[in-house]
């Protein structure tokens, strides 16, 4: 048990497709991101919700549109996504707002778009 | 252009052996560090961290060095274990910045632990 969980683990869907993923985190934890990790790439920071506010939205186009209900809920709802879309897409959550609060990840979503 | 690198895909070591993973910054706003480890199908877990104004942090077998005037971090494993083999990501963040928001990943080393 991680503390974050989300689901689906797997996803697959096709470019007209409307998917959504869920985070949830049992750590009380103040702030929430959604992070994209494709192939052999770094990991990139897509969204930072903080006390379910947005804080951050690092130009991610807007097929990718995210929800936070309260604070220990995170979605990520997708439509008419890109094959280049596929990647692990992770969620996070940190107690605090100093940069020295580590993040602390779920196990992600494998997304494939096909 | 990459703010944070790991020049090393992957690293192959001997249990019981040090293992040595190093990263790379180039950014002098930098003042914060951080080390995950992943594990195929899970998600990143925080290992170890070290702030600017420090050029050591130790916990267990796990070592961090800072060296700010080289831009240059690493992590120390001793003595190796077959379990440490995973995927290690450094990361760096202004400490002024809010969490996560400005927190820049390497692409990872692949560390090989073989007993």
């Known amino acids: 048990e991680t503390g974050v969980t989300q689901t689906p683990r797997h996803l697959v869907m096709g470019m007209t497709n409307k998917k959504s993923l869920k985070c949830e985190q049992h750590l009380g934890h103040n702030a929430m991101y959604w992070y994209k990790q494709s192939a052999k790439k770094p990991l990139e920071l897509m969204f930072v919700?903080?006390?379910?506010?947005?804080?951050e939205n690092n130009s991610v186009p807007s097929r990718f549109s995210p929800e936070c209900p309260n604070s220990s809920h995170l979605f990520l709802h997708l439509h008419t996504l890109q094959p280049e879309d596929s990647a692990l897409y992770l969620c996070?959550?940190?107690?605090?707002?100093?940069?020295?609060?580590?993040?602390?990840f779920g196990n992600g979503t494998r997304l494939t778009v096909t | 252009d990459q703010q944070v690198k790991q020049n090393s895909p992957s690293l192959s070591v001997q249990e019981g052996r040090i293992s040595i993973l190093n990263c790379d910054y180039t950014n002098s706003m930098f003042d914060y560090f951080l080390w995950y480890k992943k594990y195929p199908a899970e998600g990143p877990t925080f290992l170890i961290s070290i702030s600017s104004i420090k050029d050591k942090n130790e916990d267990g077998r796990f070592t961090v060095f800072l060296n700010k005037s080289a831009k240059h971090l690493s992590l120390h494993i001793v003595p190796s274990q077959p379990g440490d083999s995973a995927v290690y990501f450094c990361a760096a963040s202004p400490l002024h910045n809010q969490a996560g928001t400005a927190l820049i990943f390497g692409k990872g080393t692949t560390l090989s632990v073989s007993s």
């Open positions: 919700y903080s006390l379910e506010e947005r804080v």
């Open positions: 996070a959550s940190s107690p605090g707002q100093a940069a020295n609060s580590p993040l602390h």
